[in-house]
């Protein structure tokens, strides 16, 4: 398998490093706080390792799972370290009382994250529309992702699929709009009787 670096030490980091893991990915997380990055590869073990914050990630794939206010400032802080890799934001934009995005209409944060990294870096927007808690439950899930590059695309679908997620390509960057809209959705129907339990999925019949 390959080595996944994660930007975070979270409940977003907790829950897709440990499904990573668990399907035999190497992990790197990366973390401000270097005690908590420490604390969480220990907890996920499998050979999870500490990357010093800022510099060259370990995997291709670069998971910044960080929240929103804070994403642009820390792919800045990376700069050229990210030159070359597949960023993957997985922030949702809500405004201060979840009733909306904090991003303008016609905008998204995967597109203010692709705005700040260094060129032939590519962002792929994935993971923003499901709970860390259903995540972590590694069951088999719909995953919906969206970007502009298809090599990109490929390889987070292929990664997707080796969590024994189902790959679900929503289009270019663009549509992450969507994405950030359908993550709110999903507060929203679990706040109101669904409960913090549900996925959102496509049935084909």
Known sequence: MTTITIIGSGNMATAIGTRAAKHGHTVELMSRNTAKAQALADQIGNGATIGTFGAKPAGDIVIVAVLYAAAV???????????????????????????????????????????????GTHVVKAFNSIFGGVLAQDKPLDGFFAGD?????????????????????????????????????????????????????????
């Not at 070359?84 to 405004?95: A, H, Q, R, W």
């Open 73 to 119: 400032d820390v792919v800045t802080h990376y700069g050229d370290a990210l030159a070359g890799k597949i960023v993957v934001d997985i922030t949702n934009p809500f405004n201060a009382d979840a009733s909306g995005l904090a991003t303008t209409e016609g905008t998204s944060a995967a597109e203010q994250i692709a705005a700040a990294v260094p060129e």
């Open 149 to 205: 590059s298809a090599e990109a695309k490929a390889s987070v679908g292929a990664f997707l699929e080796s969590l024994d997620m189902r790959p679900r390509d929503a289009g270019g960057l663009r549509m992450a709009s969507a994405l950030e809209w359908a993550g709110l959705l999903l507060v929203g129907l679990a706040s109101n009787g669904a409960g913090f339990d549900v996925a959102l999925g496509v049935e084909g019949h």
